[in-house]
């Protein structure tokens, strides 16, 4: 069973950064594709980042506007998500997905392994 653990949510203030990391285990982390997804209270879960199976190739959601950077290290089965000049609307609890396929998709409905969330609160 493939487990996902997120963590390094937290409470920063407009402008700051955080660092997202997703430990996993129990599969073939190296062969999936991995993903960041959010969810703001009352909202919808929305894509945010992805990452190919080697991590070849990203993409990100229009939002993100260059201020985020999706990366992993398959020899520690992490992967991680580094946000810069965070804003409020960037408040959310974070989802760390994984897709058997190794795709980088922004399609939630392709992700078989979810975590169970951090939360990131950006004061104004």
């Known amino acids: 069973q493939v487990q996902l653990v997120e963590s390094g949510g937290g409470l920063v203030q407009t402008g700051g950064s955080l660092r997202l990391s997703c430990a996993a285990s129990?599969?073939?982390?190296?062969?999936?594709?991995m993903a960041w997804f959010r969810q703001a209270s009352g909202g919808e879960r929305e894509f945010v980042a992805a990452?190919?199976?080697?991590?070849?190739?990203?993409s990100y959601a229009d939002f993100v506007n260059g201020r985020f950077t999706i990366s992993r290290d398959n020899a520690k089965n992490l992967v991680y998500l580094q946000m810069n000049s965070l804003k409020p609307e960037d408040t959310a609890v974070y989802f760390c997905?994984?897709?058997?396929?190794?795709?980088?998709?922004?399609?939630?409905?392709?992700?078989?392994?979810w975590g169970q969330g951090t939360q990131v609160t950006v004061s104004a």
């Open positions: 990452i190919r199976w080697n991590g070849a190739f990203a």
């Open positions: 129990g599969g073939a982390f190296s062969s999936y594709g």
């Open positions: 997905a994984a897709n058997v396929a190794g795709r980088d998709t922004s399609d939630q409905y392709e992700y078989q392994y």
